[in-house]
T-cell receptor
Framework: NAGVMQNPRHLVRRRGQEARLRCSPMKGHSHVYWYRQLPEEGLKFMVYLQKENIIDESGMPKERFSAEFPKEGPSILRIQQVVRGDSAAYFC??????????????FGQGTRLTVV | RKEVEQDPGPFNVPEGATVAFNCTYSNSASQSFFWYRQDCRKEPKLLMSVYSSGNEDGRFTAQLNRASQYISLLIRDSKLSDSATYLCVVSGGSYIPTFGRGTSLIVHP
């Protein structure tokens, strides 16, 4: 049973370009969470999705950022017109659900985005 | 007040020592509690869940105090390989997991 798969592992973009980050959850997991981690800082929640639905996007910047989790295929975090401040590690986590015993979330290896 | 607070450390301890971390949370409606471990530039990995009755896994013991709104992690007989950042995670009714900033542990020979 493969774990949470994120790609690419490293992504370099010039200012103004678009970045697309992909996350395939663990088999059987329908809940996906995206987090951003700046150097020397903690994990900041961005968005929580279930298949075809955004459940909570309260942590995501209103502009330039969007996320989706289509019926088929991976979850996508899209950043348009990237700026240097977007440089960070972006982690995806999945769970069968979150909350209660036995429903822990598991993380992918992350995508390290560098904007030059 | 931050939702989840941890002492950032670092905690610098010799091999074989016992070390304890605390984490406080602000939302009294929180339902699920976890400890994760994160090594430098790696993804967080689940260390253990924290149940109401407390739980133990080898050298690691986690406890929950709902009245005082904190959870703890105790590591006995520390190993060099325990050096990492330990993340406290709390989620409430909305099931949005919230991470503390982490506590850094350095175990030295």
């Amino acid at each position: 049973n493969a774990g949470v798969m994120q790609n690419p592992r490293h992504l370099v973009r010039r200012r103004g370009q678009e970045a697309r980050l992909r996350c395939s959850p663990m088999k059987g997991h329908s809940h996906v969470y995206w987090y951003r981690q700046l150097p020397e800082e903690g994990l900041k929640f961005m968005v929580y999705l279930q298949k075809e639905n955004i459940i909570d996007e309260s942590g995501m910047p209103k502009e330039r950022f969007s996320a989706e989790f289509p019926k088929e295929g991976p979850s996508i975090l899209r950043i348009q017109q990237v700026v240097r401040g977007d440089s960070a590690a972006y982690f995806c986590a999945s769970s069968p659900r979150w909350g209660g015993e036995g429903t822990e979330a598991f993380f992918g290896q992350g995508t390290r985005l560098t904007v030059v | 007040r931050k939702e989840v607070e941890q002492d950032p450390g670092p905690f610098n301890v010799p091999e074989g020592a016992t070390v304890a971390f605390n984490c406080t949370y602000s939302n009294s409606a929180s339902q699920s509690f976890f400890w994760y471990r994160q090594d430098c530039r790696k993804e967080p990995k689940l260390l253990m869940s924290v149940y109401s009755s407390g739980n133990e896994d080898g050298r690691f013991t986690a406890q929950l105090n709902r009245a005082s709104q904190y959870i703890s992690l105790l590591i006995r007989d520390s190993k060099l390989s325990d050096s990492a950042t330990y993340l406290c995670v709390v989620s409430g009714g909305s099931y949005i997991p919230t991470f503390g900033r982490g506590t850094s542990l350095i175990v030295h020979p």
